[in-house]
């Protein structure tokens, strides 16, 4: 026992050293593989992720084209004028320029019968990036509304966009929607609703008024002589355009509605090509009385001249007013053939300057109603002799071509955003272009010249 | 002596609970360790070049009005698959021979005759490559890890198109988006994060579309299933060059 005693002792020494070493050791271990863990768990969270794509492999990858945003729009859910719905819509937001909208017939039935709810996996596999649905129905009182929802890939399963729609009839509600769809992607409420005065070109030379989609035709004069070169007045209330009713062309103003015309201005020989103000109380045109073709201003109301704007042995003709109304674009062979010059609003002899120095013709200047965008669109004969249209930036003198290799293209006029352009073309009728996409799309067939794009609707 | 001796055993087993403790943590560390070994980052694939040839012609003068020279945008494919040619097509005419020149000497004839020979004897190069190469590549070999990768690009970038009209030209030549996707062993991607956006949103939901609309890749060759289980770092650019 006793001799037991010393060696107890020593043992006990011996496995408390190996206990604390031991210890130690753990508690090494322990914190090498916690410290291990913390710096791991650290690194993905550094900012912005970045070491963690950094020790990623990285592949590349550039686009393999253009294309349009690829809209999908299935079957309205509703009654029978969901088939008129669906129609309204496609037009629409195919006129917009901004949307390649794909073909119905590729989409299974499980798409086709989805109702309106929506699974990104599933539209993604039939190459869509996003889908506008709608379901038709109509309120206790029998008045058209649209149920509407956007819903885009890599936006979750949610929409972007629901609301429903009442209109005046079911394409008003349509429009409405079409609107808030291409809002939600430019930023902007869309333009559909609007119209657009045309003269015939026909045997009845009339001034027609169409929305912009084609649909609703409405004949606004009924002179019996020719008619031509309408211009909507900024409110949209009124048009003002050249008739021979009288026997000589002088300046006549109608409500956008019909009724009767007031003839404006009357002076001997050219009352022609007017422009309204921005404000709309005056109007720029051609007038000839005194000899040669000049651009003055007249008031609105009554006709009487304000002021003589260009003063130049060559002829000026067809005024358009920058949007803050402090510039006029027009066309002059001053300097030989015609060119498109721009002049303060002020007018004045040696004021003007040329801004287009490519082709031998270009007419019909019409300044975008954009004032962050100073473009001029105009009418430009190409060296094959062919009428197109063309885009004029003022920033940098740059000219873009909207119209190449179809027909005949002339006259242009933008829309109340200045994002689109509408003109005749000799293919028939009147077509809108996208100048950015190049997308264009015919959306009146009959025989039409110089179109006027009135404002955007009025929505409450 | 019998309570001394209790109060000796716990003692005894606390150190050996110490010591099978310590056993344990070298266990551990030691399986760490050699899990650690096997984190290392296998080859990374290289960049892809992309070269574009200039259009060869007669400039166009200066002072004409513009042409638009952009190309035109994809169609959908045609839905009639043409099989075969007609059948009742006439034959195109055999073009007769003509008769050799007389004037030329029976010397001259021979020589051109050789030459002739000598040219058909020249055998015509085939444009070198791979069976499973790219469309898009520029070299005519690749390593396995390469080869993969391409075949992940092939497949994502057929369904990439930002879209036209809502991003200029010139926004898209600034714009970059990282996404991280995984791969699992048949192919289906697993993972989609975007892990930097390009702040555009129209351009990072182009990036992220179009890895849904691919949705499956050519499953990995077994060299590639751990790279491609632990990820990619796709890096969209809106334009070719940097």
Redo the contacts between chains.
């Keep these: ?1 006793m001799l037991s005693s010393p060696s ?1 002792a020593r043992r ?1 020494l011996g ?2 050293a ?2 604390r ?3 130690a ?2 508690v090494a ?2 914190t ?2 916690i410290g ?1 863990d913390a710096a791991r768990a650290q690194a993905p969270a550094a900012p ?3 070491a ?18 690829r809209l999908a729009l299935p079957k309205a859910v509703g009654d029978n004028e969901s088939g008129a719905a669906l129609d309204t819509e496609t037009r629409d937001l195919d006129i917009s ?2 949307f ?1 909208l794909l ?1 119905p017939g590729s989409f299974p039935a499980e798409l086709q019968n989805e109702g309106m709810g929506f699974s ?2 599933l539209w ?2 039939v ?1 869509a ?1 996003g889908v506008a649905k709608m379901k038709v129905g109509r309120t206790a009182g029998g008045a058209a509304t649209i149920e509407g929802a956007l819903y ?4 979750g399963e949610g929409p972007v966009l629901s609301r429903i729609y009442k209109g005046s009839d079911l394409h008003d509600a349509v429009s409405q929607f079409a609107n808030d769809v291409v809002g939600y ?2 930023g902007q409420p869309g333009i559909f609703g609007s119209r657009i005065a045309v003269a015939l070109t026909g045997k009845n030379r009339e001034i027609l008024t169409i929305d912009m989609d084609g649909s609703h035709t409405q004949a606004v004069t009924r002179m019996g002589s020719d008619c031509l070169l309408p211009a909507f007045s900024p409110g949209g209330g009124e048009i003002a355009f050249t008739s021979y009713l009288r026997g000589n062309p002088d300046l006549w103003i109608i409500s956008a509605a019909g009724g009767r015309a007031r003839r404006v201005s009357k002076q001997p020989g050219l009352n022609t090509g007017a422009a309204w103000t921005p404000s709309g109380g005056s109007i720029a045109l051609t007038m000839s009385y005194e000899g040669n073709a000049e651009i003055y201003r007249i008031s609105a109301s009554e006709g009487v001249i304000q002021t003589k704007l260009t003063i130049n042995p060559a002829i000026d003709s067809s005024p358009s007013y920058s949007p803050d109304g402090s510039q006029i674009a027009f066309v002059s062979n001053r300097q030989g053939s015609p060119q498109i010059f721009v002049m303060p609003s002020s007018g004045g002899a040696g004021n003007a300057k040329r801004v287009t ?3 031998k013709y270009n007419q019909t200047p019409r300044w975008n109603p954009r004032a962050d965008k100073p473009l001029i669109a105009f009418t ?4 094959r002799g062919v009428f ?1 249209i ?1 885009i004029l930036d003022m920033r940098t003198g740059k ?3 909207v119209t ?1 290799g179809k027909g005949s293209n002339q006259d242009p006029t933008w829309s109340p955003d200045g994002r689109l352009l509408a003109y005749a073309s000799s293919r028939g009728g009147l077509f809108i272009a ?1 100048p ?4 264009e799309v015919q959306i009146w067939r009959g025989g039409g010249s110089s179109p006027s794009w009135g404002p955007a609707p009025t929505r409450h | ?1 019998p309570p001394e001796k209790k109060r ?1 055993a716990p ?2 087993n ?2 050996g609970l ?2 099978t ?2 056993l ?3 266990v ?2 030691a399986v ?1 360790a050699a899990h ?1 070994k096997t984190d290392e ?2 080859e ?2 290289r ?2 070049v ?1 070269a574009r040839l200039v259009k060869l012609g007669k400039p166009r ?8 020279t ?2 035109p ?2 169609t ?1 494919p045609p839905k009639v698959i043409k099989l075969s040619d007609d059948p009742n097509a006439p034959k195109a005419p055999v073009e007769a021979p003509r008769p050799d020149n007389p004037q030329i000497s029976k010397d001259l004839r021979r020589a051109l005759d050789r030459a002739r020979k000598l040219e058909q004897l020249i055998p015509t190069e085939p444009e070198e490559g791979q069976l499973t190469g790219s469309a898009a590549g520029t070299a005519t070999e690749a390593s396995a890890g390469d080869a993969y ?1 391409t075949a ?2 092939d497949a ?11 991003i ?1 030209d010139a926004q898209l030549a600034r714009l970059t988006t ?1 996404v ?1 996707i995984r791969v699992g062993d048949d192919g289906a991607i697993l993972e989609n994060k975007l ?2 956006s390009s702040g555009n949103s ?1 351009f ?7 890895i ?2 691919t ?1 499956k890749v050519p499953p990995p060759p077994a060299a590639a299933r751990r ?1 491609a289980a ?11 060059l940097k």
């Design positions: 026992m107890v006990r496995f408390d190996a206990a070493a031991a210890l050791l753990f271990t322990l090498l593989m291990g912005g992720g970045a963690a794509s950094e020790d990623l492999p990285t592949i590349h990858i550039t686009p393999s084209g253009s294309d349009l945003f320029g901004i390649h073909d990104s996996a993604s596999q190459g990036q885009v890939i890599g936006r992607f430019t120095f490519q082709g430009g004969r190409d060296e197109d063309f000219i873009d071509r190449q996208n950015e996409t190049h997308h | 002596m000796r003692r005894r606390f150190a110490l010591i403790l310590a344990h943590g070298a551990l560390f760490r650690s980052p296998l990374i694939p960049d892809f992309v003068e200066k002072f004409w009005l513009p042409r638009i952009q190309p945008r994809p959908a990768a992940i690009f994502v970038r057929k369904n990439f198109t930002p879209p036209e009209g809502l200029t990282t991280k892990l930097k129209f990072d939901d182009a990036c992220v579309s179009a849904l609309a949705h790279l632990r990820g990619y770092a796709l890096e969209f650019a809106g334009k070719d």
